[in-house]
Structure formats: C-alpha cells, structure tokens
C-alpha cells in the first residue's frame, strides 16, 4: 500500500513545500484510493516534516516547489519526491499520479538543480 501526501493551500496543491493549510494523504492499494485523511503536522519547521512523513509512513509526497537542502532529507527516508508537479487539486493529482500521468514543470526542476 501507498501513502501519498498532498501539501494543500486552498483547496490545490500548495505552490511551496511546508507552506501549506494541511496535508491531504491517500491511501491506495491495487491502483484504488482506499482511504483519505487530512493532517496537520504538528510543529513550525519544514525541516522537521521529512521525520513526520516517516512516522505517518508516507511513501510518496506530490510537490511542486521545495529547496534543495529539505530534499537531501528525505533521500536517507526513502520516501519519493515528485517535485514541479502542476499546481491542480488533490482529487485531480491523486488520480494523475494513480495513473502514471503527473504533469511536471521542467522551470521548477531545472531551478533545484542548479
């Protein structure tokens, strides 16, 4: 099974990592959502979300922007970044990313990786 997390800011993908209303997570198994739960990280540091991801046992996290220096923590986590996904709702990106069909915006990576 899969726990995919979405960073929300109202009611679409939050444009920066952290900077988000709550995290919308599914979960799916065999390509079907079987369940979905909106959290709230506890603390006021997105270097200390990476921990939390672990904890919730999220596989996947769907974004579009985020820093270099939070990627490397997760890396050691083993939890998938899927970084300069299109800004769409959570419905729409779930359904995407089930499908193999996540949309990304090559400026966003391009800006992370130089």
């Known amino acids: 099974m899969n726990?995919?997390?979405?960073?929300?800011?109202?009611?679409?993908?939050?444009?920066?990592?952290?900077?988000?209303?709550?995290?919308?997570?599914?979960?799916?198994?065999?390509?079907?959502?079987?369940?979905?739960?909106?959290?709230?990280?506890?603390?006021?540091?997105?270097?200390?979300?990476?921990?939390?991801?672990?904890?919730?046992k999220i596989t996947d996290i769907i974004v579009y922007r985020i820093e270099k220096s939070i990627i490397n923590l997760f890396a050691p986590l083993k939890i998938n970044l899927f970084v300069g996904v299109h800004i769409n709702t959570p419905g729409n990106l779930i359904e995407d990313y089930i499908n193999g069909m996540l949309k990304l915006d090559e400026g966003i990576i391009s800006e992370i990786v130089d």
Not at 22 to 46: C, L, M, Q, R, W
Request: charged share 25%; proline share 7%.
């Open 3 to 56: 726990r995919v997390a979405i960073p929300v800011f109202e009611g679409q993908l939050s444009e920066y990592f952290g900077q988000c209303d709550h995290y919308e997570i599914f979960e799916i198994d065999d390509a079907t959502v079987k369940n979905i739960v909106s959290e709230v990280p506890p603390g006021e540091y997105v270097t200390k979300l990476p921990e939390w991801a672990s904890i919730e």
